[in-house]
């Protein structure tokens, strides 16, 4: 089936009012194959702004939407604690999902899902949007043609600073029994990349912190506990896909004030690798690329055309996320497997519970 016109676009319901309606909304609209339809919150009284905002139809009712003859596919991007058995519900009404991450709160959970999705062939797509930003597509690319030659040694570090006010409120990301925490947050993705990029996580060894350990409700002088951790730092034995054993370091920060935001380190025999991004707050403008050769001379890298997106919104994190949402509604279409999918989602999933894992008993864990 092509997409010529309207009519053939899937038609599309929102569930989550941050980055679903901020992000994923946006690149809906001007989708090439998607139709946004419909858009989701428990409270009712939602309803009305809602729909005047979005010019989309309201539910409030989650068994009403997903039995909706309406509704062709759903972007669920709550947050992660109710995410399971909202996509459980939807799939057993046949109903396609494009998930943020973590999809779920275990592997068992994404089994499940997995398992529902086979019985009833329908495509689920997992929102790891850099596999779909140029830079990182072009190091994927690097890595994949031996440029580095053998790799010796790999080293992730992600220092965010969105939560290091300590007079930022208290909400589920403070609870780690609600999916709360930077393993959720930056792991998630950071062992994607590395899954990705590399290959299998083999064994683990993770340390956890909580740096701000009280948060106070939103408008009030009442303080809670946070659960969540702000800190991880995790070594990792990878098995590249050349089935050699390469370490890897990771350092993962959600309260490093001036953090140094993303960066890369990939060193080999031929040569080094570098992406990074100060960028805090857009995770496509502000990445630069730089490779050293045998001579060690370094020199930035620009993507390959061909990985360039078509349009540049000032928000950069749509354009990545209309990419996804496209590897999604081809998938659908053609009734062909989706990469990245629920398979990716379980691989990044174990390492974070590994990670956990080895923080309570400090030990390695093998996965």
């Known amino acids: 089936m092509n997409f ?24 809906l609209k001007e989708s090439d194959y998607l139709i946004p339809t419909a858009i989701f919150h428990y409270k009712k009284e939602k309803g009305p702004s809602l729909e005047k905002e979005t010019g989309l139809n309201f539910y409030h009712d989650w068994g009403e939407l997903v039995k909706s003859k309406d509704i062709d596919g759903i972007i669920i991007a709550t947050s992660p ?47 790891f949007e850099y596999r779909a930003v140029p830079l990182f597509l072009q190091t994927k690319k690097m890595i994949d043609e031996n440029i580095l030659g053998k790799i010796y040694l790999i080293k992730l570090d992600w220092l965010m600073g969105s939560r290091s006010d300590p007079n930022r409120a208290w909400n589920w990301y ?26 299998e996580s083999i064994v683990v060894s993770g340390k956890l912190s909580t740096s701000i350990k009280k948060r106070s409700l939103p408008n009030s002088s ?63 403008h502000g990445f630069n690329l730089k490779i050293s050769n045998r001579e060690d001379k370094t020199y930035n890298l620009s993507a390959d055309p061909r990985y360039d997106f078509e349009k540049t919104w000032t928000d950069g994190r749509i354009a990545p996320v209309q990419r996804i949402q496209s590897l999604w509604a081809h998938s659908i279409k053609n009734q062909t497997p989706v990469i990245p999918g629920l398979s990716e989602g379980l691989n990044s999933q174990r390492v974070c519970e590994a990670i956990r894992k080895s923080a309570e008993s400090g030990l390695n864990v093998r996965i």
């Open 222 to 284: 009442k303080f809670l506990k946070v659960t969540s951790e702000d800190i991880c730092i995790a070594n990792l034995e990878i098995k590249t896909f050349d089935d050699i054993i390469v370490p890897c370091q990771v350092s993962l920060s959600s309260i490093s004030k001036c953090g140094r935001g993303f960066s890369l380190e990939v060193y080999g025999s031929e040569g080094s690798l570098f992406l990074k991004s100060e960028n805090q707050k857009d995770y496509v």
């Open 81 to 127: 604690e109710s995410r399971f058995e909202l996509a459980k519900e939807a799939l057993e009404n046949n109903k396609h999902l494009l998930l943020e991450k973590p999809v779920a709160l275990t592997s068992e959970e994404i089994k499940e899902l997995q398992r529902i999705s086979l019985v009833n062939n329908l495509s689920v797509c997992v929102d």
């Open 4 to 27: 010529s016109n309207a009519t053939d676009k899937l038609r599309v319901a929102i569930a989550g009012l941050g980055f679903g309606k901020k992000i994923h909304l946006e690149a």
């Open 174 to 199: 403070s609870l780690k029994e609600k999916g709360g925490g930077v393993v959720g947050a930056l792991g998630t993705h950071a062992f994607d990349m590395l899954n990705w990029f590399f290959g």
